[in-house]
């Protein structure tokens, strides 16, 4: 994807909506800065789990995320809920 962004006076620039969105980026993400002669090169700072608690869900956050590991989480948990509902006092 090629922009062209402008800087405001606060020296801030905005990200287009459609590259937040393939990048996966929220707000209060990170982004590590490399700039070399002429060029700023941006790199999102990933975590290291992809799988992190947010408002109290879990929630998957990946750039390249595949059905496969998707399905695993799923089921995963799915296996969870039914081992503790065997579990419940009946």
């Known amino acids: 994807m090629i922009s062209e962004l402008t800087i405001d006076a606060a020296g801030r620039v905005t990200l287009p909506k459609a590259l937040r969105q393939e990048l996966h980026l929220q707000p209060g ?8 002669a002429d ?42 809920r039914h081992a503790h509902n065997l579990a419940l006092p009946k």
């Open 39 to 80: 060029q700023i090169i941006l790199h999102p700072v990933r975590l290291s789990v992809p799988i992190c608690k947010e408002d109290g869900i879990w929630v998957y956050r990946s750039t390249n995320p595949t059905s496969h590991s998707i399905a695993k989480l799923i089921a995963d948990g799915r296996d969870e």
């Open 29 to 36: 993400d990170t982004l590590r800065l490399d700039s070399n």
